[in-house]
Antibody
Framework: QVHLQESGPGLVKPSETLSLTCTVS????????WSWIRQPPGRGLEWIGY???????NYSPSLQGRVTISVDTSKNQFFLKLNSVTAADTAVYYC??????????????WGQGTLVTVSS | DIQMTQSPSSLSASVGDRVTITCRAS??????LNWYQHKSGRAPKLLIY???SLQNGVPSRFSGSGSGTDFTLTISSLQPEDFATYYC?????????FGQGTKLEIK
């Protein structure tokens, strides 16, 4: 059973870079797309972007220019970097696997999420 | 971007009740609609994909329907473990977007 686990600093200073790692265990990162999703406190879910294991990417326009998603297949990990952060970037950050069928694309499984607070 | 309008935003119900949550898309999107259950502090859980396909291991009391712009999630007989927040999610086009969520609470 595939398991995802987010890791990284829980506190980032304003204007600095948020960096998170998602480690995939119980299965290979190959042949799938992988997404980052976040949820600010008291708000809904926001898709950040996805990466294919071969490196093709797609970012949300709302974060384009500040976000970088990358992958290391040798470590079965993918990464999120968000620069120039502000308090508005405070959120629980989730990683998830994209699965595709004839009728849809869905996220399953998800990691448990990690809270990142932007504060000085 | 495709906007997803989910209703109601909150709902009080009792164990055994039948509950329906709706999601309306700002444009037609075939069946590229998924439903998730989220409990605080835990990973969101996929319930329904492709508007009506039940994810493996999800109880059959959960069902989904719809296509185009209007979708529903139905729980036929609420169980205590079903009290959570539910989100719809469109994957027809990027940026992928979610409904605002429905918080299902015990009456």
């Amino acid at each position: 059973q595939v398991h995802l686990q987010e890791s990284g600093p829980g506190l980032v200073k304003p204007s600095e870079t948020l960096s998170l790692t998602c480690t995939v265990s119980g299965g290979s990162i190959n042949n799938y797309y992988w997404s980052w999703i976040r949820q600010p406190p008291g708000r809904g879910l926001e898709w950040i972007g996805y990466i294919y294991y071969r490196g093709s990417i797609n970012y949300s326009p709302s974060l384009q220019g500040r976000v970088t998603i990358s992958v290391d297949t040798s470590k079965n990990q993918f990464f999120l970097k968000l620069n120039s952060v502000t308090a508005a970037d405070t959120a629980v950050y989730y990683c998830a696997r994209n699965s595709r069928g004839n009728s849809s694309v869905w996220f399953d499984p998800w990691g448990q999420g990690t809270l990142v607070t932007v504060s000085s | 971007d495709i906007q997803m309008t989910q209703s109601p935003s909150s709902l009080s119900a009792s164990v055994g009740d039948r509950v329906t949550i709706t999601c309306r898309a700002s444009q037609s999107m075939s069946t590229y609609l998924n439903w998730y259950q989220h409990k605080s502090g835990r990973a969101p859980k996929l319930l329904i994909y492709g508007a009506s396909s039940l994810q493996n291991g999800v109880p059959s009391r959960f069902s989904g329907s719809g296509s185009g712009t209007d979708f529903t999630l139905t729980i036929s007989s609420l169980q205590p473990e079903d009290f959570a927040t539910y989100y719809c999610h469109q994957s027809y086009s990027t940026p992928y977007t979610f409904g605002q969520g429905t918080k299902l609470e015990i009456k």
